[in-house]
């Protein structure tokens, strides 16, 4: 019902700089939430950075406060993040994540396919 499509992932060493983007497409809905997740190896999938729908909230995990900077177009359902001075403990598969309700369904979590993030030391 709700498609998210990431890109801008790639190998970058410690200190270099990425910006992932993804974009929603589908179904009309309303969106609440859109953020990022990472998953490393032999991990669980965390947060990264997450913004609600108005933009007047984001929040971030600790590990890259001052680093990552979270980034939404309301009208193109798009969020990007900017991720500078990355260090080796970033390398994950990074999914974006939505959560919305499309017109007649319930409020649902919707996940794109993720993109990989490896940095170098």
């Known amino acids: 019902q709700v498609q998210l499509v990431e890109s801008g992932g790639g190998l970058v060493q410690a200190g270099g700089s990425l910006r992932l983007s993804c974009a929603a497409s589908?179904?009309?809905?309303?969106?609440?939430?859109m953020g990022w997740y990472r998953q490393a190896p032999g991990k669980q999938r965390e947060l990264v950075a997450e913004?609600?729908?108005?933009?007047?909230?984001?929040n971030y995990a600790d590990s890259v406060k001052g680093r990552f900077t979270i980034s939404r177009d309301n009208a193109k359902n798009t969020v990007d993040l900017q991720m500078n001075s990355l260090k080796p403990e970033d390398t994950a598969v990074y999914y974006c994540?939505?959560?919305?309700?499309?017109?007649?369904?319930?409020?649902?979590?919707?996940w794109g396919q993720g993109t990989q993030v490896t940095v170098s030391s």
């Open positions: 589908g179904s009309r809905f309303i969106l609440n939430a």
């Open positions: 913004m609600t729908s108005g933009g007047s909230y984001a």
């Open positions: 994540h939505l959560e919305g309700t499309v017109l007649g369904h319930p409020t649902s979590d919707y």
